[in-house]
């Protein structure tokens, strides 16, 4: 007996449109089912009922197609538009394209943005990494004519009010120079040679959302590449190449892995399924592993966390709010009124209590005098263990660099590289 399933997924599953597009096909009464006005949300047996769009009988599931295209600029994001002169459909070539399959794109990128966007004709994946619910990240490399200012910043990442609700940025960091020439090396080089690069991820996706959300901080947008969606990176691709998506690249475009069943499942210890590494880096005091690690995550545009920033955001809170630096029960409570959040050269070194930025407070000198006795509690250490994997965990896709006390033996176990620092006297 063959089950029954929604009629968007159906649809989407015949490769006829994305579930969205599918639901517009019912909306405007082009799709029936054994003869009737189809309803959305309908249920339908694939197979068995005479399921028609605009007249011709929908087929059963096609072979699956997965494809990744650079979109350049001036080619628009849709199947068919009769006012555009080209669309990224347009762009795949013939041996790209199994006999009658209908390929759609997995969202959009703008006619006057460029860069990564996925073809496909498999509804469900297009679900997981389409949907604002599955939570896949995005990345942009945005030129703008002059630098942010911290206010601008801020007000990206906390939230601007557009139509659809607030819109907010996961993060807001310069470009490295070594991320502007690697850029420039796969894309056409414009925009002018003053222009300032800044990498801004999203994991929402409504229409024009960076424009919209820079024109309202009074920075518009001089030209904006994506180089990233969930752990697949613009890498090897130019304007106007596409290829088909290994197994392995499906996967970390949707944050998913398969058991031996082929099923889907969450990334494995809870640490991501990019393609960016996750690198410890551990060592005594004044070792350099600050410095270090800084460094090098800002050579490969990685994000870069130096661990004792916890500890001394909780001594300063401690001290703010009288907590004795030995007494584990009130040094535990106050964890959870604290948080990180990333600085303008993609360091996760702001620490925010109650929402509040105190980071220009952390070397207060009634800080330096009970740092050591507060990480010296093994119920802080123990409570902060799941948030510093947190931090690993929600990076991975982009690349993490935490440096600190215990992080490749206990923190980070199975990081994916682990590095001891020492230096003679």
Known sequence: MTDEVRIQKALADAGVASRRGADALVADGRVTVNGAPALIGQRVRPGIDDLRVDGRPVGTRQVATYLVLHKPVGVTSTVADRHAARTVVDLVPREHRPPGTRLYPVGRLDRDSEGLILLTNDGDWAHRVAHPSHGVEREYAVALAAPLDAHQVRALVDGIPLDEGTATMRSVRRQTDTETRRLL????????????????VLAQGWKRQIRRMLDAVGSPVLRLVRVRIGGLRLTDLRPGDVRALTSTERELVAGTRRDRGGRDQ????????????????????????????????????????????????????????????????????????????????????????????????????????????????????????????????????????????????????????????????
């Open 266 to 425: 969450a990334p494995a210890n809870g640490t991501g399924a990019g393609t960016g590494l996750r690198v410890a880096i551990d060592g005594p005091g004044s070792s350099g592993k600050s410095s270090i690690g800084a460094r090098a995550a800002s050579e490969l545009g990685y994000l870069f966390c130096d661990t004792g920033v916890l500890y001394r955001g909780l001594a300063w809170l401690a001290a703010h709010e009288a907590a004795a630096p030995t007494d584990p029960d009130a040094l535990v409570a106050l964890i959870d009124r604290m948080a990180l959040a990333e600085d303008t050269q993609g360091r996760l070194a702001r620490v925010l209590v109650d929402g509040q930025d105190v980071t220009d407070r952390l070397h207060d000198a009634a800080v330096d005098r009970i740092v050591s006795a507060v990480a010296r509690v093994p119920e802080v250490r123990t409570a902060l263990l799941p948030v510093q994997r947190a931090i690993a965990a929600e990076a991975s896709p982009r690349g993490v660099i935490l440096a600190g006390r215990d992080i490749g033996s206990v923190v980070l176990p199975d990081a994916d590289r682990k590095l001891f620092l020492d230096v003679s006297l």
């Open 185 to 200: 090396g796969l894309v056409d080089r414009q925009g002018g040679p003053r222009a300032t690069w800044y990498r801004m």
